[in-house]
């Protein structure tokens, strides 16, 4: 219901949002796409296998900066 409410008041406050949504792989390749302005629902299946080798692979995580939000 809330989500109807966002929405709605997005609407009526001129944001209108393009579409174009994507599932992109840690590789960068696109696996499943939305359709541009339209409501659209996308299905796609990942791989936390991959996700982890990938992550092994390419471990850029542990050169991160610690920060707060607070």
């Not at 209108?16 to 696109?30: A, C, K, L, M």
Request: proline share 3%; hydrophobic share 45%; with cysteine.
């Amino acid at each position: 219901m809330w989500r109807d409410a966002i929405a709605s008041a997005a609407m009526a406050n001129g944001c209108h949002y393009r579409g174009d949504s994507r599932v992109i792989n840690p590789q960068g390749e696109i696996i499943a796409t939305a359709d541009a302005h339209q409501a659209t629902r996308i299905d796609a299946e990942l791989s936390m296998a991959a996700l982890r080798e990938y992550r092994e692979k390419f471990p850029a995580w542990q050169d991160a900066d610690e920060f707060r939000l607070w």
